[in-house]
């Protein structure tokens, strides 16, 4: 497929299925996939025993590998008119630091971040998956990583209202540099578009319908 320089981000919080839709995304269209580095962070797994003590640093080590990844889809891929699905947003960064830094942090953060983003690559099309909580709970649970197993409920929950202050248009919090993309709110609580054909091809729809909106091309040509 080829798709002139459109990129697709799928966020929403964690056990949402960020992933998941992104891989099957990329198999449909065959853009490049960009994965966020997560279990390589030295700090996540001290971070989910004692938020408090090292939120700082594990939002900084996301910061800036999300900030190199960004950069190099940007000269590699996006600047020769081929099209990108990442399973993040940079924003999250805000989202997740806001929920886990004190005021003061968060206010150098923020400053940090926005040094940082303001030149680079932002999405045509967000893909906002949301789930009540039982399901991501459960969902964590099932992909079973060890630096996720006392995740705590409350934290989730924050974290799920913090994603709704940041994609929702009337809030102070939405505020996307640079351009507002297309954001495709989907909730997938009762959803299942890894086994269930009919739940892939509701989204692919949707997304296919974003990309003729742009000008996009929706068909593969080999």
Known sequence: MNNKGIFIA??????????????????????????????????LSKFYTDIKEYALQTEAFFLFNRFKQLEDIEKNVLSLSKGVVSDYHIVKNLIFAGITLDKMQFHRYKQVYNIFVNDLPQPDIIVYLNSNTDVLMKRIAMRDRSFERQMDRKYIDGLSLEYKYYFNPLSIKHNFMGKEPIILEIDNSNLDFLNKEEDRRFIINKVEEAISTLGGKTKCSN
């Open 10 to 43: 799928v966020e929403g919080p964690i056990g949402v299925g960020k992933t998941t839709l992104a891989n099957i995304l990329n198999q449909h269209f065959g853009y490049t996939l960009l994965r966020e580095i997560v279990e390589e962070n030295p700090f």
